[in-house]
């Protein structure tokens, strides 16, 4: 079941990518017909440069925009002790280690490679965690380094952004009524790949948090733990202000769950929670192992528009690991 799972998930990032520059390569072949150009070099490159942007100043961008600090053994030794075994575990370069001083409870994972990787909790979740569910979620975040998933991350939101310049410049710019609208035609099937692009972005994110959930576990972390620790971090969002959850909606994606949407996903973790009190058992997730999960129709709508699974069926998943 567990090698089915992986094999199932190296599927999924592996197919969703290759959709994704495929349909990037079509808008690309339409342009470049309609401009008479005999190679692809144009569009391409263009292509690459944003995505070379992306790649150099990503890191700087997250840094500033978190409120990132880099903290020595001698600071956090704690959080030292438990990367480094973790990075051990998975076969990676430790990564620096942050503390993003934002009360919203949190960790992420960012860096341009494995071996440029950084770890970073935010000042919250280290007064909400016990030691193991702090492992659990570092093993999450070290598994996104494992997976390469911030360069993964970098190359496909560019394909959107691509698409959506080409329409701009074909429905806006006055080439859409040349060569018969044929112009036209391209600027619509640009935005289309856009807008398709964008849900299949969404759809990588996802992913990716199931692979890092696994990944978890399959560097030590106990599933439980990890439950438990997305049953805090939600319930840590849900209670924080507005203006915090505010300040870090726009790089919700780097987090473990999507802290815009806590307040929903509250009252579903809460179920699970039989004793009440504030974390999810070994008991409590074996429980779910066996029971059904329902989750309606409009939840799973907003699931395709969220850079993060469903909570529960996250949680469902995980009792399955256990």
């Keep these: 079941m567990k090698t089915l799972s992986n094999l ?55 840094e500033r925009s978190m409120h990132v600090h880099y903290v020595t053994e001698q600071e956090a030794p704690n959080l030292h002790a438990i990367i480094g075994d973790l990075a051990m575990k998975a076969g990676v370069p430790k990564p620096r280690v942050g503390v993003a001083e934002i009360d919203v409870p949190n960790a992420f994972a960012f860096g341009k490679s494995k ?20 492992e659990a979620v570092l093993g999450h975040e070290m598994s ?38 044929y112009g036209f035609i391209i600027g619509i099937a640009a935005f289309g790949a856009y807008i398709l692009g964008q849900l299949l972005v969404l759809f990588i ?78 008991e409590e997730l074996a429980r779910l192992r066996y029971s059904d999960t329902k989750v309606s129709t409009g939840q799973s709508l907003k699931e395709l528009l969220s850079t993060h699974p469903n909570m529960l069926k996250r949680v469902k998943r995980l009792s399955e690991l256990e």
Aim: proline share 2%; charged share 20%.
């Design 144 to 181: 996104h380094i494992k997976h390469n998933d911030m360069i993964v991350m970098t190359l496909v939101s560019a394909v959107p952004l691509i698409c959506y310049i080409i329409a701009l410049n074909f429905l806006f710019s006055g080439q859409g009524n040349n060569n018969g609208g």
């Design 205 to 282: 994110s996802r992913t990716r948090e199931y692979y890092a959930d696994q990944g978890s576990v399959e560097l030590g972390g106990r599933p439980h733990k990890l439950a438990s620790a997305l049953y805090k971090l939600v319930y840590g969002s849900a209670t924080a202000s507005e203006e915090s959850i505010k300040e870090v909606s726009g790089l919700k994606a780097f987090f473990m769950n999507d802290v815009s949407d806590a307040g929903n996903e509250i009252n579903d973790l809460q179920q699970l929670d039989f004793n009440r009190d504030g974390t999810i058992s070994e």
């Design 115 to 134: 071996r440029d990787g950084r770890i970073c909790v935010t000042r919250g979740i280290l007064k909400l965690l016990d030691k193991e569910e702090l």
């Design 8 to 62: 199932s998930l190296k599927l999924r990032l592996l197919l969703a990518p290759l959709i994704l520059f495929g349909l990037i390569y079509l808008i690309i072949l339409l342009v470049c017909s309609y401009f008479h150009i005999g190679s692809y070099l144009v569009y391409g490159v263009f292509g690459l440069i944003i995505i070379f942007i992306q790649y150099l100043l990503g890191p700087k961008m997250v």
